[in-house]
């Protein structure tokens, strides 16, 4: 089992920045790959950018150049820098967690992008 508490979403302006926070907590040594996911409303969730062991990291195309994942193994914490927001991005941001063959979700921070 992995817990996992997210962090950091808000109202911002467009072309402005927040940074997501994830803190995992549990089996986290078992933990194959980490990533953020995003819902908006009427939309399916989707994924926006993961990171793996080996420290390669996958993103979304709509998001690529603008978003960056990171992690502080210290502090069991993974992080989502999002520069260039737009009023596209506005959604529930998820963190996640996946261990073979099983995904663990926290329970989402809302990002909204207005003026």
């Known amino acids: 089992q992995v817990q996992l508490v997210e962090s950091g979403g808000g109202l911002v302006q467009p072309g402005g920045s927040l940074r997501l926070s994830c803190a995992a907590s549990?089996?986290?040594?078992?933990?194959?790959?980490m990533g953020w996911y995003r819902q908006a409303p009427g939309k399916e969730r989707e994924l926006v950018a993961t990171m793996f062991n080996s420290g390669s990291t996958n993103y979304a195309a709509s998001v690529k150049g603008r978003f960056t994942i990171s992690r502080d193994n210290a502090k069991n914490t993974v992080y989502l820098q999002m520069n260039s927001l737009k009023p596209e991005d506005t959604a529930v941001y998820y963190c996640n967690a996946f261990i073979i063959p099983t995904s663990y979700w926290g329970e989402g921070t809302l990002v909204t992008v207005s003026s």
């Open positions: 549990g089996n986290i040594f078992r933990i194959n790959a």
